[in-house]
């Protein structure tokens, strides 16, 4: 955890995984201070981890944040929700969804309690998404409905006050 900033309730587990545990009466996703969030900015990157979430788990991926007070509004997010058993077309609130621009073009997601990989690869304008092995996101940033975005920030581990668990996390700048 020395990496990363945080006010969250965030552990490191036994297997080396860190774990979400929400203090009392902590719900919701705007405790933006609570996020665990990487102590300095990217531009291009290649982000590889592995998360875990419970039934009905919410949560998210978050970079290019320019204002770590309002990321929604000022970065990009990668949903992480329990999709597994969705059916039909998904959208961007769905898990592997980039929220208010496209959702994944196939469900990747692994049942509830299971890890799943996600490799995020940004580079300029051009973002791609691959989870559990297959891409699911292909997009232009310059072309989408987060166009208005920075093409750098910071990167972050959403708190949504619900437990989860991320693994195996990996940055590399390009």
């Known amino acids: 955890l020395s990496d990363f900033d945080t006010e969250g309730a965030w552990k490191m587990e036994a297997d080396g995984s860190i774990g979400l545990y929400p203090r009392e009466g902590e719900k919701g996703w705007s405790r933006y201070g609570s996020y665990l969030w ?22 998210g991926i978050y970079f290019r944040c320019k204002d770590k007070v309002d990321p929604t509004a000022r970065g990009i997010e990668l ?41 995020v690869n940004c580079k300029g304008t051009h973002l791609q998404v691959e989870m559990n092995g297959e891409k699911i996101q292909d ?36």
């Open 139 to 174: 997009l232009q940033l310059d072309q989408s409905a987060v166009k208005d975005r920075p093409l750098e920030g910071w990167i972050g581990l959403q708190d949504h006050g619900q437990p989860l668990w991320f693994r195996n996390i990996k940055i590399k700048e390009q």
């Open 38 to 59: 990487l102590k300095k900015p990217y531009k291009d990157f290649i982000l590889d981890l592995e998360f875990k979430l419970p039934p009905k788990g919410n949560s």
């Open 79 to 119: 949903k992480i929700l329990d999709s597994h058993n969705k059916k039909g077309k998904l959208g961007h609130h769905d898990g592997g969804g980039i929220i208010r621009t496209s959702g994944p073009s196939k469900n990747m997601n692994k049942p509830a309690g299971e890890w799943n990989r996600v490799i």
